[in-house]
């Protein structure tokens, strides 16, 4: 463990700002819903790509320049960034506007306690190991594991997203 039993400081940004990335995704479209629907994926993958190749890019430059945790949680946040901007830019239909309805209110809060719960214990399942190795070892450490789990969801991700975007849609027809 590190001194005091707990995490560095550092890592405790880290984690913030990494967390910040769902903020951003959170103002993604509902027209990706739809065009996920629809299955029309061209659009989908044409920002998914872009968003993953400018993070990756941030990533690499700052992964060079600084050596750094830091270049994970940047290449995180302008991905997110990335994805968010070119789903309201490149995506056509009814664009969203904030708006508050008391009846949909009481409902989003009565079922969302259940969806918060089963987030957060999802979340933690997810990431659990990453939460709980940041308490036991140094940055360095931390981010040679962040990397290593990086790449291995990079490849799950890129075959769920081959049998969602190719094969479902393949079958459906």
């Not at 987030?119 to 190991?129: I, K, N, P, R, Y």
Request: aromatic share 8%; no cysteine; proline share 3%.
């Amino acid at each position: 463990p590190l001194e005091h039993g707990g995490a560095s400081p550092a890592l405790r940004l880290v984690y913030a700002l990494s967390s910040f990335a769902a903020v951003v995704i959170g103002f993604q479209p509902t027209r990706l819903a739809t065009a996920q629907r629809n299955f029309n994926q061209k659009r989908l993958v044409q920002i998914d790509l872009s968003s993953q190749l400018a993070g990756l890019a941030v990533m690499v430059v700052i992964g060079v320049a600084a050596r750094s945790i830091w270049a994970l949680v940047v290449g995180w946040l302008v991905g997110s960034l990335t994805a968010t901007l070119l789903s309201h830019i490149w995506m056509s239909g009814h664009p969203n506007k904030f708006r508050l309805e008391m009846n949909s209110l009481r409902d989003l809060i009565g079922f969302g306690k259940w969806i918060f719960v089963s987030s957060a214990l999802g979340v933690f399942a997810v990431t659990g190991d990453r939460l709980l190795l940041g308490a036991y070892v140094g940055a360095d450490v931390l981010g040679f594991y962040a990397i290593a789990a990086l790449i291995i969801r990079a490849i799950e991700g890129g075959l769920l997203k081959l049998l969602s975007t190719v094969a479902l849609p393949a079958l459906s027809e």
